[in-house]
C-alpha cells in the first residue's frame, strides 16, 4: 500500500509488479435501478440485445457472482458509499422524509466520494440520490460531492417527467413538463451533465458516479427510434396507473400500454448512455486510463407493469427487489479498464457493494479512516495473486417486518418475517443456486452456525429505532 501510494504521488503506477509511467487513473462508477441479472444479453438475455455493455465486458471481466448491499435502493447505495454491510450501515430501509427525500446519511459517514476528494480527484454525481434529503447531512454536497445533478428524493425518481431536478442545492424547475406535459425527459438531462462533466475534467483525475435511474418503475420512455423497435413486438397487458390526482408525478407510476416493449426500450436506452459514455472517453483521449464499473443497485422489480418473469430478468436466481433471495441481491456487474482487467473473461469471485471502498483505496494508494466492512478484490479485478478471502456476507433489511441472511462459502441462511413471525430457511448455492430446496431440518448444526453468525453480524442504531417505533 504505501509503495503503490509513493507511486501514485510521483504519476506513476504499479500493477501487477510494472510500473507505468501515466496519470491516476479515472474512475467511472455506473450503477443501474432495479437492473436483474439476466437483464443484459452478455448475462443472458434472450428477447433483446444489449450491444455497448456486451463490448464493454468482452473488453473486460465480467462477475458472476457480484452481490449488492442489499435489495432495495437506499440502503444497498449506503452500504456502496460507506463500506458497510446493513448490519452496520445507518441506511437499511427505503425510509421517506417530508417533504422530499430520504432518511439520511449522518455528517460524520465517510463515503467514497471523501476517499477519491482526498486523493485530489474531482468527484461528480448525476442521477437518483435518495440518501438524505435537500440540505440534510445526507445532501450529496455535504457527502463529499464536487457536483451533483440530478434527483434528490428516490421516490419523486420513480417519475421520468418530473416538475424539477437539482443541481447541488439548487432547485431547477422543469416549465417543460407543468400540467403533465412530457417535455424534458430527466435521465436524458443527466446524460448530458455526465458527458459534460467527463469532458470538463479530462486533465484532472475524476471519480464519475452516475446512478442511472433507469429501469425502475414508471415504465415510461421517450417516443423515439428506441420504443419503436419494440412496440408490438411482444404480447402485452396494459398497465392501469396514476395519470392524475395528488400522487401523479408525485411517485405514483404512470398507465402504460405496452410495459413489456417499454421495459426492454429502457434497458436498450441504458446501453445507448453507456456507449455514449465510452465514446466520450474516447473522444477526450482518457478511455485507456479510466476504470469503469457497471452493475445494479438489487434484483429486477414486479412495480408499474414490470415483468421480470416474461424476460427472465433474474436468471436462474429466485426472488426479486426486496427478497433476499440470490435473485434479490445478486447484480450483474462488469469491470473494465484496458490493459488491466482481463479482456473477455468470466469470474466467480464472490463480493459485495461494502468492497469497493477498500478496493478503490487500494487503487489509490490511499487510508481510509472508518472501518470497513470489505475487503480489497482489486487483486480479483487487475488478475494478479494476494487475494484476501473473507468469512462471510451479511444482508439486512428493515421493511417488510425485517429480513437478514448470511451466506459463507456455499451455504446460505435466510432469516423471514423477524419481527413477526419468524422462520429461517437454509440453502447451498453450489447444489442449488435457485434455492429451490430448504434443507434446514437435514443441517440443523450449519443453520445454527450461520444463525450465532447472523446474531453477531449486525448492531441496532437509529435505523433500526426508526422500523421499531
Not at 170 to 180: T, V, W, Y
Request: proline share 6%; aromatic share 12%.
Amino acid at each position: 500500500m504505501k509503495q503503490l501510494k509513493s507511486l501514485l504521488a510521483t504519476g506513476a503506477l504499479s500493477l501487477g509488479g510494472i510500473v507505468f509511467a501515466q496519470p491516476k487513473p479515472n474512475v467511472v462508477f455506473i450503477i443501474t435501478d432495479d437492473l436483474g441479472y439476466g437483464d443484459l444479453s452478455c448475462f443472458g438475455q434472450e428477447k433483446f440485445l444489449t450491444p455497448n455493455i456486451d463490448r464493454l465486458a468482452l473488453n473486460g471481466t465480467r462477475f458472476t457472482r457480484s452481490y449488492s448491499g442489499t435489495t432495495v435502493s437506499a440502503p444497498s447505495r449506503a452500504s456502496l458509499m460507506s463500506g458497510l454491510h446493513t448490519g452496520h450501515a445507518s441506511i437499511r430501509g427505503n425510509k421517506e422524509m417530508d417533504p422530499e427525500g430520504q432518511f439520511p446519511l449522518p455528517e460524520n459517514t465517510y463515503t467514497l466520494f471523501h476517499l477519491f476528494k482526498n486523493a485530489g480527484y474531482k468527484t461528480g454525481a448525476f442521477g437518483k440520490w435518495g440518501l438524505g434529503y435537500p440540505g440534510s447531512t445526507g445532501d450529496p454536497i455535504h457527502q463529499g460531492v464536487d457536483e451533483f445533478f440530478g434527483y434528490n428524493c428516490q421516490r419523486l425518481a420513480h417519475n421520468y417527467y418530473p416538475g424539477h431536478l437539482w443541481r447541488n442545492q439548487k432547485r431547477i424547475e422543469l416549465p417543460e413538463n407543468d400540467n403533465g406535459r412530457s417535455g424534458a425527459y430527466a435521465q436524458d438531462l443527466i446524460q448530458k451533465e455526465i458527458l459534460s462533466f467527463i469532458s470538463n475534467n479530462k486533465g484532472n483525475p475524476f471519480f464519475l458516479y452516475a446512478p442511472i435511474v433507469l429501469p425502475h418503475a414508471e415504465l415510461i420512455v421517450p417516443e423515439d427510434s428506441i420504443i419503436q423497435q419494440f412496440r408490438g413486438k411482444f404480447p402485452e397487458t396494459p398497465y392501469r396507473g396514476i395519470d392524475d390526482g395528488p400522487s401523479f408525478r408525485k411517485g405514483g407510476y404512470a398507465s402504460q400500454e405496452h410495459p413489456r416493449a417499454t421495459h426492454a426500450a429502457m434497458v436498450k436506452r441504458i446501453d445507448v448512455y453507456v456507449g455514449q459514455i465510452i465514446e466520450r472517453l474516447k473522444a477526450e483521449g482518457i478511455y485507456e486510463n479510466t476504470l469503469i464499473v457497471f452493475t445494479s443497485d438489487n434484483g429486477p422489480h414486479r412495480e408499474g407493469g414490470g415483468d421480470p418473469d416474461f424476460f427472465n430478468s433474474n436468471g436462474i436466481y429466485r426472488g426479486y427487489k426486496r427478497d433476499l433471495y440470490e435473485g434479490g441481491v445478486r447484480v450483474p456487474t462488469v469491470v473494465s479498464w484496458k490493459g488491466h482487467v482481463a479482456a473477455g473473461e468470466e469470474n466467480s469471485f464472490a463480493f459485495a457493494f461494502w468492497d469497493y471502498m477498500p478496493t478503490f483505496a487500494e487503487l489509490l494508494g490511499v487510508e481510509y479512516p472508518k472501518p470497513t466492512d470489505g475487503v480489497s478484490v482489486l487483486p480479483t479485478f487487475l488478475n494478479r495473486d494476494g487475494q484476501k478471502s473473507r468469512d462471510f456476507f451479511y444482508f439486512e433489511f428493515l421493511e417488510m417486518d425485517g429480513k437478514q441472511a448470511v451466506i459463507q462459502s456455499d451455504w446460505k441462511l435466510i432469516h423471514q418475517s423477524i419481527r413477526k413471525n419468524p422462520t429461517f430457511e437454509l440453502y447451498n448455492l453450489a447444489s442449488d443456486p435457485s434455492e429451490n430446496h430448504n434443507i434446514i431440518s437435514l443441517y440443523p448444526e450449519k443453520a445454527e452456525e450461520l444463525r450465532k453468525i447472523m446474531q453477531c453480524a449486525r448492531t441496532d442504531d437509529r435505523a433500526w429505532k426508526l422500523y421499531n417505533d
